[in-house]
């Protein structure tokens, strides 16, 4: 059974940066492209970035290029999520997503592609 467990989420003010990440037992991490998704009340759940298997290739949705950084450590089984220059906007229950996919050129960014989801860690950004 395969499992996601994101941490590291908090409150923190504009401007400032913060590092999440996801956790993943129970299933071969190396061969999963993972996503970082996020979701408001209200709102549907939306795309912030990928990444393909062995970490050579990445896509951000608008908001997060720049700012935003994706990666993952195989050896650790842990995907993550450096976040600087935060803002009001950014506030979101933050979700991590795997699928199967030896893709290096595919990306990934519907919610609909991923098969595996975490629970989510809320990041609260105070202007």
């Known amino acids: 059974q395969v499992q996601l467990k994101e941490s590291g989420g908090g409150l923190v003010q504009a401007g400032d940066s913060l590092r999440i990440s996801c956790v993943v037992s129970g299933g071969a991490f190396s061969m999963y492209a993972m996503g970082w998704f996020r979701q408001t009340p209200g709102k549907e759940r939306e795309f912030v970035a990928t990444?393909?298997?062995?970490?050579?290739?990445?896509s951000y949705a608008d908001p997060a290029r720049g700012r935003f950084t994706i990666s993952r450590d195989n050896d650790k089984n842990t995907l993550y999520l450096q976040m600087d220059r935060l803002g009001p906007q950014d506030t979101a229950v933050y979700y991590c997503a795997a699928r199967p996919s030896y893709s290096s050129t595919y990306y990934y960014t519907r919610t609909g592609d991923y098969e595996f989801w975490g629970q989510g860690t809320q990041v609260t950004v105070s202007s």
């Open positions: 990444i393909v298997w062995n970490g050579n290739g990445k």
